[in-house]
């Protein structure tokens, strides 16, 4: 069965440093990967997708993620942050297995903090 | 291109009580999905409609949670009766096709008193 790992729940940075905020997948099959953020009160924003190709994927607000097929890896990072930045992030992966349908599995979340 | 929407945002209700969430997703889009979103946790996977057909709803309690989507447009997900553990935000996304990315709505935030 797939499941996601955010292996941060909270992490609290300065602004203008940089950022990781780590996920690991499991899954026997091959996957799409996705990172999301949420603002208070908001749905979910998409930031960025691995489907194929290359395995450094950049997405939106200057976010980029790696894809780590031997360590099952997906993390996220962002070289300076903003107090914008400061939000929900999911981490969450697609079973490309047959019948799977799309279903996607999130992490339990990673609340970014960026301080002045 | 207008995006997911939802509505109510907010309702508040009593235990033992039915509420229903309504949901119009990106026009074209055939997949829809509903999660259960409680605080603290990421969204999980109520039930998934390909069109007006239901593809997954392994995790919908269905002896008191039921949803449709008829026309394969709008979706009605319904709570009858409601249980303090049903306080949650319920989310709405919808996809062109399955497995690629997912666009959500603003989500409806539910209170069972």
């Known amino acids: 069965a797939q499941s996601v790992t955010q292996l941060d729940s909270q992490v609290p940075v300065f602004e203008e440093a940089p950022v990781e905020l780590r996920c690991n997948y499991s899954?026997?099959?091959?996957?799409?990967l996705f990172w999301y953020v949420q603002y208070p009160n908001q749905g979910l924003q998409l930031l960025l997708k691995?489907?194929?190709?290359?395995?450094l994927v950049k997405g939106i607000n200057g976010f980029e993620a790696e894809f780590n097929k031997s360590q099952t890896s997906f993390h996220l990072r962002k070289p300076s942050v903003h107090i914008s930045d400061t939000a929900e992030y999911f981490c969450a992966v697609s079973d490309l297995g047959y019948n799977q349908g799309g279903k996607l599995i999130f992490g339990q979340g990673t609340e970014l903090s960026v301080k002045p | 291109e207008a995006g997911v929407a939802q509505s109510p945002r907010y309702k508040i209700i009593e235990k033992r009580q039915s509420v229903a969430f309504w949901c119009n997703p990106i026009s074209g889009h055939a997949t829809l999905y509903w999660y259960q979103q409680i605080l603290g946790q990421g969204p999980k996977l109520l039930i998934q409609f390909q069109n007006n057909g239901v593809v997954d709803d392994s995790q919908l309690p269905k002896d008191r949670f039921s949803a449709e989507r008829l026309k394969g447009v709008d979706s009605t997900l319904k709570i009858q009766p409601a249980k303090l553990e049903d306080s949650a935000v319920y989310l709405c996304a919808s996809s062109p096709t399955p497995a690629l990315e997912q666009y959500f709505g603003p989500g409806t935030r539910l209170t069972v008193t």
């Open positions: 691995y489907l194929s190709g290359s395995t």
């Open positions: 899954s026997s099959v091959s996957v799409y």
